[in-house]
Nanobody
Framework: QVQLVESGGGLVQAGGSLRLSCVASGTISSKNAMGWYRRAPGKQRERVAIITDDNKKNYEEGMKGRFIISRDNSKNTVYLQMNNLKSEDTAVYYC?????????????????WGQGTQVTVSE
């Protein structure tokens, strides 16, 4: 089992920045990936970015540039730096942990989700 605790959400004006953090605890497999999804009001959940344990990053189209994902393996923590925020970035942001990742096959063991953190961008 893996537990995830997110922090860093809040209210920010358009053009501002926020940094989300997510700490994983429990049984952390060596081959893993962590990342972020979001769900905006009235929309389906969408992927924002994923980063593997060996620092390979994958961004959803349109996210790269303003959003930067990073991780600190010594702290089992993933970060999402969000810059130049827009009102359409308003959403609940969820942290995800993928265990036993086989990057070549594109498969993983289990996925774990955080409780979500609200990001609200005002005009």
């Amino acid at each position: 089992q893996v537990q995830l605790v997110e922090s860093g959400g809040g209210l920010v004006q358009a053009g501002g920045s926020l940094r989300l953090s997510c700490v994983a605890s429990g049984t952390i497999s060596s081959k893993n990936a962590m990342g972020w999804y979001r769900r905006a009001p009235g929309k389906q959940r969408e992927r924002v970015a994923i980063i593997t344990d060996d620092n390979k990053k994958n961004y959803e189209e349109g996210m790269k540039g303003r959003f930067i994902i990073s991780r600190d393996n010594s702290k089992n923590t993933v970060y999402l730096q969000m810059n130049n925020l827009k009102s359409e970035d308003t959403a609940v942001y969820y942290c995800i942990f993928l265990s036993d990742v086989d990057a070549r096959a594109g498969t993983w063991g289990k996925d774990y989700w955080g409780q979500g953190t609200q990001v609200t961008v005002s005009e």
